[in-house]
């Protein structure tokens, strides 16, 4: 399995922007799909975005669309999320997550196909 840290979160106002970090170590990082989901209290965990083995393509959540962007970097084994226009319906401990996969262009969007986590991090959208 690959090991994940995630980092960036905090405290952020309404409207306002945060970039979260998941560094990867352990098994080949561009042998997996990632992705972040999200958990707020007293709900399941979400899916918000996840990118393609090799990082080709993203897909989003309907309710993220637009506002969030999902990057990796092969070269420092990290993916990114860059959140923007942020609402406090976003806040949530943010889990970056890895998923085996067996070509470039499935991406999963179900939190008990990946594998590995991190440990989380919290964000939290109030004026």
């Known amino acids: 399995q690959v090991q994940l840290v995630e980092s960036g979160g905090g405290l952020v106002l309404p409207g306002g922007s945060v970039r979260l970090s998941c560094a990867a170590s352990?098994?080949?990082?561009?042998?997996?799909?990632m992705g972040w989901f999200r958990q707020a209290p007293g709900k399941e965990r979400s899916f918000v975005a996840a990118?393609?083995?090799?990082?080709?393509?993203?897909v989003y959540a309907d309710s993220v669309n637009g506002r969030f962007t999902m990057s990796g970097d092969n070269a420092k084994n990290t993916v990114y999320l860059q959140m923007n226009n942020l609402k406090p319906e976003d806040t949530a401990v943010y889990y970056c997550?890895?998923?085996?996969?067996?070509?470039?262009?499935?991406?999963?969007?179900?939190?008990?196909?990946?594998?590995?986590w991190g440990q989380g991090t919290q964000v939290t959208v109030s004026s």
């Open positions: 997550a890895a998923a085996a996969v067996g070509n470039n262009y499935y991406i999963p969007r179900l939190h008990r196909e990946y594998a590995s």
């Open positions: 990118i393609s083995r090799g990082g080709g393509s993203t």
């Open positions: 352990g098994r080949t990082f561009s042998n997996y799909a």
